[in-house]
T-cell receptor, first 108, second 114 residues
C-alpha cells in the first residue's frame, strides 16, 4: 500500500462546478499536510496548508480527518485556470511524502 | 524575496558524460531536498539535507548519483556517466526546519541525455 494515495483522475468538470479530491495516508504519526498544484511542465507550488480545524482560502477549502487518515480539497466555482494536477503532501518527523497527484481539467 | 534558484534550467548532454546541477535555497531555510520527475510521472525523492546532519540518501537510484551541500546553503547534484533513463526534470526544494513548514520549489533543471 502506498504511503499517500490519491485518485489520479482525470476529473473533467464544467466551469463553475464544485469539485472535491481526497487523499489518504497510512502513517498515523503524520504531522503536517499540504496541497500543492502543479501546472504542466512547471514546478509544484504550494496551494495551502491543511490545519486540523479545516481552513479556507477563497474558493478553496481543505480539511483533515485524523481518525480516518485522509485530507480533502474542495474547489468551489471552478475556473479554467484551476486546471492542473493537485498533489497531496504529508510530512512525518523524518520525511515528506508526495501523492502521485490528481489531474483536474476545467472545460468552458 | 528570492525563491529557490536552480541552474542550469536546461541541460543536454551525451550519454556517458557527467553533469552537475546546482540549487541555491531560500536564505534561512535549513532543509533542502532533491526530487526527480519524469514526464507524466510523480515526484521521486532523491536526497534530503537538514542542517549539519548526515543527509538522507535513501532515494538516490544508483551510485552514479551524489549530492553535497556546502556551508549549509548551496547544493550540487552530480550524475556520473549519464544514461538515457536519467533524462528528467530535477527539482530542488527548501524549507525551514519546523515540522509544519511547506516546501518551496525551484523551477527545476530539465536534463536530456542523448
Amino acid at each position: 500500500r502506498k504511503e499517500v494515495e490519491q485518485d489520479p483522475g482525470p476529473f473533467n468538470v464544467p466551469e463553475g462546478a464544485t469539485v472535491a479530491f481526497n487523499c489518504t495516508y497510512s502513517n498515523s504519526a503524520s504531522q503536517s499536510f499540504f496541497w500543492y498544484r502543479q501546472d504542466c511542465r512547471k514546478e509544484p507550488k504550494l496551494l495551502m496548508s491543511v490545519y486540523s480545524s479545516g481552513n479556507e482560502d477563497g474558493r478553496f477549502t481543505a480539511q483533515l480527518n485524523r481518525a480516518s487518515q485522509y485530507i480533502s480539497l474542495l474547489i468551489r466555482d471552478s475556473k479554467l485556470s484551476d486546471s492542473a494536477t493537485y498533489l497531496c503532501v504529508v510530512k512525518t518527523a523524518s520525511k515528506i511524502i508526495f501523492g502521485s497527484g490528481t489531474r483536474l481539467s476545467i472545460r468552458p | 524575496g528570492a525563491g529557490v534558484s536552480q541552474s542550469p534550467s536546461n541541460k543536454v548532454t551525451e550519454k556517458g558524460k557527467d553533469v552537475e546541477l546546482r540549487c541555491d535555497p531560500i536564505s534561512g531555510h535549513t532543509a533542502l531536498y532533491w526530487y526527480r520527475q519524469s514526464l507524466g510521472q510523480g515526484l521521486e525523492f532523491l536526497i534530503y539535507f537538514q542542517g549539519n546532519s548526515a543527509p538522507d540518501k535513501s532515494g538516490l537510484p544508483s551510485d552514479r548519483f551524489s549530492a553535497e551541500r556546502t556551508g549549509g546553503s548551496v547544493s550540487t547534484l552530480t550524475i556520473q556517466r549519464t544514461q538515457q533513463e536519467d533524462s528528467a526534470v530535477y527539482l530542488c526544494a527548501s524549507s525551514r526546519r519546523t515540522g509544519d513548514s511547506p516546501l518551496h520549489f525551484g523551477n527545476g533543471t530539465r536534463l536530456t541525455v542523448t
